[in-house]
Structures are given as structure tokens and as C-alpha cells.
């Protein structure tokens, strides 16, 4: 006995599974922000304490630190800050869930929300916005897929997102991760090697710092 129409419509939207993809997010930024400073002057710490020790005349005398210099009890103090920072992390972190939509869905919000011309180069070629051509390859306008990544958005550790809870995770998310978002949300619908064409940019002819999405 053949399948009914509607079984095989199930099966075909089975084939066709619209592609996922996932992103680690913190949603403690004063925390990321304390361990970026920790980070930093340890690195630097750790860069004195590697260097060999300068005179007045400016030259080396040949010897390494000493063992009991300060600054490696320093070190140590801040691999100690930095666990218990890690751990307090740890309890705000989650996995963001994104899906791809249809790709003729797709097509007609692309149609929607053409890339931004900021301007035309000597050949008359476009000069996008900077972010729309960096964030979004130039197939889109950035800000407005930025505004727009809700519809994208299955779960967070795997449990169902409602609008306030994305809110919540746009207010509490580092920029740069939102931005990240943007562009992961091109690969979905454009694939992994998504790249706008040469003649529809020139962003080295533009100057100034872009707004974040």
C-alpha cells in the first residue's frame, strides 16, 4: 500500500533537516572582564620574570630573577584568583542553539534587507558598510540580521527560548559575541565558505569605527 501524502511530506521534511549550529556563551561580563585583566598581568608578570635583570647602563648582567622574587608569588596568587573565577563562570555559561530557516525564507528577507552602500569608488563600484561587508559578507545589512537573530534561535542548553529570555541573553552577552552570532547565522544560510563578491565592496576606502550591532 503507498504512503498518503501526508506521510511523505513527514519523510521529505525529515530528509531535509535545516542545519544547526552552536555557540558558547557567558552571560557574566563582569567576571570575563576580571579574568582578561588577571590574564593579562600575568602575562606580563610572567614576561619580567623571563627577562633577564637591566642595569642602569642598560645592559644585562646575565642572571635570571631570582627565585624569590615577588612577582612569582604574584603568579601564583592570580592561577588561584583565576579558578575561582573560572568556576563562577562556569555557572553562567551555556550553549546557544541556532537553526538555518528556509532557504527561500531566506531569500526573500535577504531581498528585505539589502547590504548598506555607504558610497561608490572611483569605478562606480559600491562601497559597503563596514559591518555589513565584514559581519555579513556583504550579502545582507548586519544591523538588521542582528536585530532580527531571534528567529534563529531554537534553545539554550537545550531548553526552549522565549523572547524574554533572549532579551535577557542580548543584554548580558559580550558585543562581540553577538556579532559572532551574526556571522554564524550567514554560514546556516550561506554555508562555511560564504564570502560577499570583490565587486560589490571596497571597505578599504572606508574610514571611521562601525557601530555595533
Given at each position: 500500500m503507498?504512503?498518503s501524502?501526508?506521510?511523505?511530506r ?10 544547526t549550529?552552536t555557540?558558547?556563551l557567558?552571560l557574566a561580563?563582569?567576571?570575563v ?7 593579562s598581568?600575568?602575562?606580563?608578570l610572567?614576561?619580567?620574570i623571563?627577562?633577564r635583570?637591566q ?10 630573577t631570582?627565585v ?14 583565576l579558578?575561582?573565577?573560572?568556576a563562577?563562570m562556569?555557572?553562567?555559561?551555556g ?5 538555518a530557516?528556509?532557504a527561500?525564507e ?5 531581498d ?6 555607504t558610497?561608490r569608488?572611483e569605478?562606480?563600484?559600491p562601497?559597503?558598510?563596514p559591518?555589513?561587508e ?10 538588521a540580521?542582528?536585530?532580527?537573530l ?11 527560548v ?7 541573553l542580548?543584554?548580558n552577552a ?10 554564524l547565522?550567514l554560514?546556516l ?12 565592496s571596497?571597505?578599504s ?8 550591532p
Amino acid at each position: 500500500m503507498s504512503k498518503s501524502l501526508g506521510e511523505l511530506r513527514a519523510a521529505a521534511g525529515a530528509a531535509k533537516r535545516l542545519p544547526t549550529r552552536t555557540k558558547t556563551l557567558c552571560l557574566a561580563q563582569e567576571l570575563v572582564g576580571q579574568v582578561q585583566e588577571l590574564t593579562s598581568e600575568k602575562a606580563d608578570l610572567l614576561m619580567q620574570i623571563g627577562s633577564r635583570v637591566q642595569g642602569d647602563d642598560g645592559e644585562t648582567d646575565g642572571k635570571p630573577t631570582r627565585v624569590g622574587d615577588p612577582r612569582r608569588a604574584r603568579v601564583a596568587e592570580i592561577d588561584t584568583e583565576l579558578e575561582a573565577l573560572y568556576a563562577q563562570m562556569r555557572e553562567h555559561e551555556g550553549t546557544l542553539r541556532l537553526q538555518a530557516i528556509p532557504a527561500g525564507e531566506w531569500r526573500l528577507w535577504v531581498d528585505a534587507n539589502p547590504p548598506r552602500e555607504t558610497d561608490r569608488d572611483e569605478n562606480g563600484r559600491p562601497i559597503l558598510h563596514p559591518l555589513d561587508e565584514r559581519l555579513a559578507y556583504g550579502f545582507c545589512n548586519a544591523q538588521a540580521l542582528a536585530d532580527d537573530l531571534f528567529r534563529y534561535v531554537v534553545s539554550w542548553n537545550d531548553e526552549p527560548v522565549t523572547e524574554e529570555d533572549w532579551q535577557y541573553l542580548l543584554n548580558n552577552a559580550a558585543p562581540g559575541d553577538v556579532k559572532d552570532i551574526v556571522t554564524l547565522v550567514l554560514s546556516l544560510q550561506e554555508g562555511e565558505g560564504a564570502r560577499a563578491p570583490k565587486a560589490s565592496s571596497n571597505s578599504s576606502s572606508t574610514t571611521g569605527t562601525p557601530a555595533t550591532p
